[in-house]
């Protein structure tokens, strides 16, 4: 799964005008706000004008520059988990995919991007050859979701940041704020309906047969199952992922077990696993046999947090929603 390659770092996000920095016949040139500057994970890029030729890898990174209407403005896409959201299937459509999972340094210069978008840090893989400075070192730009490398909690204002970064990189501050009053409305309605709701207990299988790789207090999932009326029975794990063994997944005893959906295993074959595990029998979401599903790409900082908090309220309180 791509969420396991994370980066440690600080980052911090910095959009300011740049007019003292530029020449004349820059300032000149540039579109009505640019110059920019933006930090981002420790990377500072001055963009003279907005992306024409961008690249997203990793569904969140797609489905937020999609979101924003910049599809005119992407060259290519690469690594799905499950399916695009369905009012953006027509503009995805459109653009080329470069590889099912992420591309080679090579294909992925072969378009020639000015912009790469990366969701996870495996999108800038040194080892693949897709490092940040290689490719800033060939003229493209680059940025990750910030995600991946706060050093600090995660908290629903991050996901505003996101989408506040990328609306200036690319001119579009409007459209980002407009994303953002829309993801705080789906949030607003969510809360509404759990006012006064008693917490559940919520432990998450995203995978792992030797141990549990469960969401940490550090990521957005563990701020996701607070909005939807739950507590995370692992959110004192100071990552946004992390491995814990069956034996402590069964101490914590949690009421519910959210499984995240993607790849090849079915989420049927991954409750069977819970069910018949021998560590498990007496863990209550066992016993009473309550499972919560949300796909991988709805718990990432990203464009359906909103809707993603809405679904798994509804799981986790169903009683709130009829």
């Not at 072969?110 to 790469?116: M, N, R």
């Not at 959110?235 to 402590?248: I, L, T, Y």
Request: proline share 6%; glycine share 10%.
């Amino acid at each position: 799964m791509a969420a396991r390659w994370m980066i440690a770092g600080l980052t911090a996000l910095l959009v300011s005008g740049c007019a003292s920095t530029a020449t004349p016949d820059t300032v000149g040139n540039a579109p009505p706000g640019f110059p920019v500057t933006v930090d981002n994970c420790g990377i500072s890029t001055t963009y003279e004008r907005p992306p024409t030729r961008a690249v997203a890898l990793n569904q969140h990174a797609i489905e937020t520059l999609l979101a924003l209407g910049l599809e005119e403005s992407m060259v290519g896409t690469s690594y799905l988990d499950d399916r695009i959201l369905p009012e953006y299937q027509a503009a995805y459509d459109g653009l080329p995919v470069l590889a099912k999972e992420y591309p080679s340094y090579e294909s992925l210069l072969a378009v020639e991007p000015d912009f790469v978008y990366g969701g996870w840090d495996s999108a800038f893989d040194e080892k693949e050859g897709r490092g940040r400075q290689r490719l800033i070192d060939a003229g493209v730009h680059t940025y990750l979701n910030i995600e991946d490398c706060l050093d600090k909690p995660v908290s629903m204002s991050t996901v505003d940041d996101e989408i506040r970064s990328i609306g200036t990189i690319f001119g579009v501050a409007d459209r980002a704020e407009r994303l953002i009053e829309n993801i705080h409305g789906e949030l607003g309605r969510s809360a509404e309906k759990l006012r006064g709701v008693e917490a559940v207990r919520v432990g998450v299988y995203d995978s792992g047969e030797a141990t549990v790789f469960t969401s940490g207090g550090k990521g957005i999932g563990n701020r996701m199952i607070e909005a939807a009326g739950g507590v995370n029975v692992f959110a004192d794990v100071p990552k946004v992922w992390g491995d814990v063994s069956f034996e402590q997944f069964a101490e914590r005893a949690p009421e519910v077990i959210v499984i995240y959906d993607y790849g090849d295993q079915p989420v049927a074959d991954k409750k069977r696993f819970l069910t018949e595990h021998p560590l498990l029998q007496h863990v209550p979401a066992v016993e009473h046999q309550r499972f919560a599903v949300l796909p991988l790409s709805s718990v990432v900082v990203g464009v359906r947090v909103g809707r993603a908090v809405d679904a798994l309220a509804r799981q986790l309180h169903p009683d709130r929603f009829s």
